[in-house]
């Protein structure tokens, strides 16, 4: 079944409004983190983003435990076997 796209566009709209009221990027990071952890089903989630600056992806936050198979150090983009940076590159 799928959900109407109408009230896709009003969830979307309500969490950009959200995530802008944010007062800092730490109160953005917790409510996507607990937007995707909602959204996904799941209790473990983390957040990557890419470091232009240094070429590569960071974890930036994380909820619940993180399995120790995740990633703590910062991936460089270049390194095209991980999946994680493959994944990071193809949506630059």
Do not use: C, W
């Amino acid at each position: 079944m799928t959900r109407n796209s109408a009230l896709l566009d009003r969830e979307l709209a309500g969490l950009l409004a959200d995530l802008a009221e944010s007062p800092d990027f730490a109160a953005a990071e917790s409510l996507l983190l607990k937007q995707f952890s909602e959204a996904a089903g799941f209790t473990r989630v983390a957040l990557y983003l890419v470091d232009p600056t240094f070429h590569r992806l960071e974890l930036r936050g994380s909820q619940g435990v993180i399995s120790k198979s995740a990633p703590r150090s910062p991936l460089p983009l270049d390194d095209e076997g991980h999946p994680m940076t493959v994944a990071a590159i193809g949506q630059e």
